[in-house]
């Protein structure tokens, strides 16, 4: 609830803040091209289109405002975060307003150009940065006075999560719940201790539990991952004390001198502002994709019409992000009822899979309608291939780490399918999993770009099978 609530004082306060900039830079504008203060002019009411820009100028703003990241965790800003952030984004600002929109002044000089630049520069700073500073002081005086704290359990009774435990005494934002004892109940001990593991609902509903923390002894995989894999039902923030291959591979991050490195499942590894540009370019272009497939898509329906019969569409259930199902979409490429109730892997040579099915897989347009799952926020353009329950629970048999790939969205494409193309084995799924591992611990709009060029490779060649 705080941070909704907090996330909606930045997105009001910087458009507030855009509202201001914008009436002080129209002020600057009239004084120092017309010399003048006031002319005919009805209160803080200036010329230049102001009416126009006024409305426009804050929601541009907000939309910069929201590329940076800022808004994503606003519970986390510092005072250095926010000043960067900030910086960042009136840089961006300043100059679309000048060299996309191109003011409309009479430009004697170019240098009255530059200087009007740095003046909407330094407002944008000066004036949003207040305004921001003010909210990372509210956020530090209610943690401090403990009105506000992020009520953090351990699982783990050893001298790890001890360890953990004593390092939580002095953070600013997490307050320090209790034990959770990753078996049975122990007869004796002076720790306090909420509770099994085996009662973990009710023990994050009891005591408001935000976060936890595996903090165990020398895990296995499996004993790790499959605390981790029932964690994700629940709407909280998972990090595990990180094992040696974790610091070898780079997925332990220390976030201050004082605090052991931890490994956080629910983050993702891409910085705030990535993961926002990266939710705008899933927009941007699956709506541009749907406009443009509106004529192919009716000849595909038409198609799958004539070759059998049955729906158009096919609709399956998958697990999405944090373990979430959702019901992906496609075009039916197989006969009807293909799989009577009874999950199956298919291939190249699948007898159920129809004429026109062959052809839409051989080039991957079955898969178009999952830009509609895109547009809902449930898959990403880039991302690994979203799989049935029923076959995850035969993955984690032999690679229970599988798990790890909930703390990112699922999506059309992604390293994985690159490689291993159709995964008609669930050897091949494990593979094809060890591969979009290798690609979430390396995420960027760059390595998204290029596996979206390799995709397009694949569709081209016909080499979707």
């Not at 001990?189 to 509903?205: M, Q, R, V």
């Not at 629940?234 to 605090?259: D, H, V, W, Y």
């Not at 699922?410 to 593979?431: A, F, N, Q, V």
Request: hydrophobic share 45%.
């Amino acid at each position: 609830m705080e941070k909704t609530l907090l996330r909606y004082r930045y997105i009001v306060s910087d458009f507030v803040a855009a509202f201001l900039v914008w009436v002080a830079f129209m002020y600057f504008r009239q004084i120092v091209n017309d010399n003048i203060l006031f002319e005919n002019v009805r209160i803080f009411i200036p010329k230049y289109n102001f009416i126009s820009s006024i409305v426009v100028y804050p929601f541009v703003c907000l939309f910069v405002h929201w590329l940076s990241g800022i808004y994503l965790h606003p519970m986390a800003q510092t005072g250095v975060s926010v000043f960067l952030a900030t910086v960042a984004s009136s840089v961006v600002i300043s100059f679309v307003i000048f060299f996309a929109l191109m003011l409309d002044d009479v430009v004697v000089t170019y240098e009255y150009y530059y200087y009007s630049l740095l003046v909407l520069l330094g407002l944008n700073i000066v004036i949003i940065l207040i305004f921001r500073l003010f909210i990372v002081s509210y956020v530090k005086r209610n943690f401090k006075t403990k009105k506000w704290a992020i009520d953090t359990a351990i699982i783990g009774l050893g001298e790890n999560a001890r360890k953990i435990s004593r390092e939580l005494a002095f953070s600013t934002t997490d307050e320090f719940a209790g034990f959770i004892s990753p078996n049975g109940m122990p007869k004796h001990s002076k720790e306090k201790i909420l509770g099994s593991f085996h009662e973990i609902g009710s023990l994050i509903d009891n005591y408001q539990i935000k976060k936890i923390i595996i903090a165990l002894d020398s895990p296995d995989d499996y004993t790790l991952f499959s605390i981790i894999n029932k964690l994700f039902n629940f709407n909280i923030e998972i990090s595990f004390t990180p094992r040696i291959n974790e610091i070898i591979t780079g997925s332990a991050k220390m976030n201050s001198p004082k605090f052991s490195p931890l490994v956080s499942v629910t983050h993702s590894s891409m910085s705030d502002w990535q993961v926002c540009v990266k939710r705008f370019c899933d927009i941007l272009f699956s709506i541009i994709a749907l406009i443009i497939c509106t004529l192919p898509m009716i000849a595909i329906a038409i198609a799958i019409k004539k070759d059998s019969s049955g729906s158009v569409f096919f609709r399956q259930e998958r697990i999405g992000r944090y373990g979430v199902p959702f019901k992906m979409l496609k075009f039916r490429t197989m006969r009807n009822n293909a799989e009577n109730g009874l999950p199956q892997l298919s291939n190249a040579r699948d007898e159920r899979i129809t004429k026109i099915g062959y052809f839409l897989r051989k080039y991957r347009l079955d898969e178009i309608p999952q830009f509609i799952n895109i547009l809902r926020g449930e898959m990403s353009l880039v991302g690994p291939r979203p799989e049935r329950a029923f076959f995850i629970k035969k993955i984690t048999e032999d690679a229970p780490y599988y798990c790890l790939l909930y703390r990112i969205q699922p999506g059309l494409t992604s390293w994985g399918p690159i490689r291993i193309g159709y995964s008609d084995t669930i050897e091949k799924m494990i593979e094809r999993l060890n591969y979009d591992i290798i690609y979430m611990d390396n995420m960027s709009l760059f390595v998204d770009m290029k596996i979206l060029i390799y995709t397009f490779e694949i569709i081209f060649k016909g080499k979707g099978v």
